[in-house]
Structures are given as structure tokens and as C-alpha cells.
């Protein structure tokens, strides 16, 4: 079973920046898509963006594409946050795919993973 550790949140100033990373460990990390998600308080968990396991297709929700970027390494996903607003205050989740080799797409739902990590919390005053 994958266990995941999120690190890297913080309280940021609106318009300012963060970068998350996740470490994802029991599997082997390379060759598995990899997903963020977040929950704002009273809200349901909802998708942000995810990597295919080579890093070469990326997907957004609308509301950071031109703000977020995710992006991998051999060891971790990190989620690169600029242009900060009140509206991103939330818990940050990294999540895998269930099959190898996964295209990233298709990562959205909460009901296609099994268990997430701590989470990292990112609150940005305005």
C-alpha cells in the first residue's frame, strides 16, 4: 500500500507563492502517475492537477491553470503555487494512480484512491 507525505504548506500573503512536495513511498514512485487534490474547510475534496508517470502530460482544474504547476522527479511530485489567493486556503493532498504507467487523465475522482496521506495545510491572508 502507497504511503504518502505532503509537505511544504504555510500562511502566504495573497499574491504570493509556495511550493508543496510530496514523497510517495511503497511502490515504485517512477513509473506511476501522480495526483494533488485539496479541501477547504466545509468544502468536499476536489481535484487541483496531476502528472503522468513520465511528466510529460499535465492536467488543472480551471481555477489554478496559469497559476499551479505540477511537476516530478525521480523522488517526489512538488506543486508549485504563484499568484496566491484566498480562495486556495486549504489542506493539500498528493495521491498515485492504482496502475503503472498511467497518462495522468482521469485522476479526478475521489472514488479512484484507497488512502491519502496527512495532508499539508496552505492558508493565504488577503
Known amino acids: 500500500q502507497v504511503q504518502l507525505v505532503e509537505s511544504g504548506g504555510g500562511l502566504v500573503q495573497a499574491g504570493g507563492s509556495l511550493r508543496l512536495s510530496c514523497v510517495a513511498s511503497?511502490?515504485?514512485?517512477?513509473?506511476?502517475?501522480m495526483s494533488w487534490f485539496r479541501q477547504a474547510p466545509g468544502k468536499e475534496r476536489e481535484f487541483v492537477a496531476s502528472?503522468?508517470?513520465?511528466?510529460?502530460s499535465r492536467y488543472y482544474r480551471d481555477s489554478v491553470k496559469g497559476r499551479f504547476t505540477i511537476s516530478r522527479d525521480s523522488a517526489k511530485v512538488y506543486l508549485q503555487m504563484n499568484s496566491l489567493e484566498p480562495e486556495d486556503t486549504a489542506v493539500y493532498y498528493c495521491?498515485?494512480?492504482?496502475?503503472?504507467?498511467?497518462?495522468?487523465?482521469?485522476?479526478?475522482?475521489?472514488?479512484?484512491?484507497?488512502?491519502w496521506g496527512q495532508g499539508t495545510q496552505v492558508t493565504v491572508s488577503s
Open positions: 495521491n498515485q494512480d492504482r496502475q503503472p504507467y498511467g497518462l495522468g487523465s482521469g485522476m479526478e475522482l475521489l472514488s479512484h484512491y484507497d488512502t
Open positions: 511503497g511502490r515504485t514512485f517512477s513509473i506511476y502517475a
Open positions: 502528472i503522468d508517470w513520465s511528466g510529460g
